[in-house]
């Protein structure tokens, strides 16, 4: 079994780490950036192999026993996969409790309400709870500063992996790479040509950008809930997504990024626009691929502006493979991190870009465990900034989830409903087939205005 940092060094924090940190010094006393999710196991359950499992994964994925020291006021922090701060699996039976499943789920909403000291707590939990003779819940929670959500679905991964393994159905695979090994590798990355090229790539591209807002850490307001929302697609919605992606060549993700962004386009206020024929959209980027990062639980996942530009005679098909074309071309330089880009800008310490509005598809299929159904549900991911849309789905797109999420200080309760009802509408309708022969203009209204909302409705009745 893989021992946890071995070598005991101390290791300084990436940039996305920093950022986190430096939240954590504005707010200590709040919950703000947790992030957990519960895996719905049904079947025929080997608890003793789940168990096996989870306590490898756990071990194997060295970023759960992080610890952080900074022992004077400015200096950096510093971090070390510690052996003692491994987190234990706490294995629970509920199935004498009247309703064990709403149980189990008030015990992991009062532990992710909690509050996590950045110095002191352990910042990864995770908990096994039976709540039927063929029927678990596998709890992970941790703070955002040591995993990211594609890094809670590699563990998940891993784990389904090593369970099957000991039921006698597949290898047990390779185990996660070190944290150490990916911050060579950072190192390797920053002293390279491609980050010199990806630094000026985005040098230009901020230098064109206009009106690009920025939030003072201090100003950030954690005390009331946001307002949230959720929509599950009917099975047949997939098809269609399949279908259209298919037709102009491009990713269904990338599909349904460009045209939730031309939803917003329609439908947010013209103080959000850069101008009359562009939006400015917030989409999360992986950053793992070529990168031990791939098969590294962590907190990798990099955010960066996109300037989706419309043309209003432009038909749609030809719109969705240009906009897919530049997302492709942002992607060769994803990896500077938008915590390079904020210092190289002149942003002053204690504020950040305002990652509003946000777009994340999230194509990860569910964990699959020998002779058990799972399912993947998602309690916690960490604050969001103004308007936030959520997509989460297998890898081919069934199963399809939005979530959304608004601030009440910017987005009123009637408009956010209205956006729940009309975001899948619009997004049912624009994926007919006949929609790509369409001009760009005709489907979001001609020009930047409130009444766009009027206008979505006339071209996509309910």
Partial sequence: MQDTNPTGDWMPLTLPQLDFWEEFTFHPDQPVSTVAHFIEIEGNVDQIALKRAIDQTIREAEILSARFRAEDTGEAPMQICDPDLVPELMVTDLRDKED???????????????????????????????????????????????????????????????????????????????????????????????????????????????????????????????????????????????????????????????????????TLPDTKKLSSDSLTLWLPFMSRWGSVGAHMPALLVNILPFRMQLENSERLGDFLKRSAAELKQQRRHSRFRIEQISQDQGLAEGSRYFFSPLINVLPFNSPAFNGCRAQRHILGSGPADGFNLTFRGEGDGRELVLCLDGDPNLTGKQEFARHEQELPAFLSRILQPEMLARPVGSLVGKTASSAHLEKVALHFPM
């Fill in 100 to 266: 064990p499943l709403a149980f189990a789920r008030d015990l992991m909403e009062q532990d992710l309400a909690a509050r996590l000291d950045l110095r002191h707590d352990k910042l990864s939990a995770h908990a096994l709870y039976r709540i039927g003779d063929a029927r678990y819940l596998w709890y992970i929670r941790a703070h955002h500063i040591i995993v990211d959500g594609y890094g809670l679905a590699l563990i998940e991964r891993r784990c389904s992996q090593l369970y099957n393994h000991y039921c006698g159905a597949g290898d047990a695979g390779l185990p996660f790479h070190s944290l150490a090994s990916f911050l060579d590798e950072e190192n390797r990355y920053q002293d390279s040509a491609q980050w010199q090229a990806d630094r000026a790539f985005w040098a230009d591209y901020f230098g064109k950008a206009e009106g690009i807002e920025v939030l003072e850490r201090g100003d950030e307001d954690y005390g009331g809930p946001g307002l949230c929302g959720t929509h599950s697609f009917p099975p047949e919605f997939a098809g269609g997504l399949q279908r259209t992606a298919a037709a102009v060549d491009i990713g269904w993700p990338d599909l349904l990024t460009l045209v939730s962004g031309l939803y917003l386009y329609a």
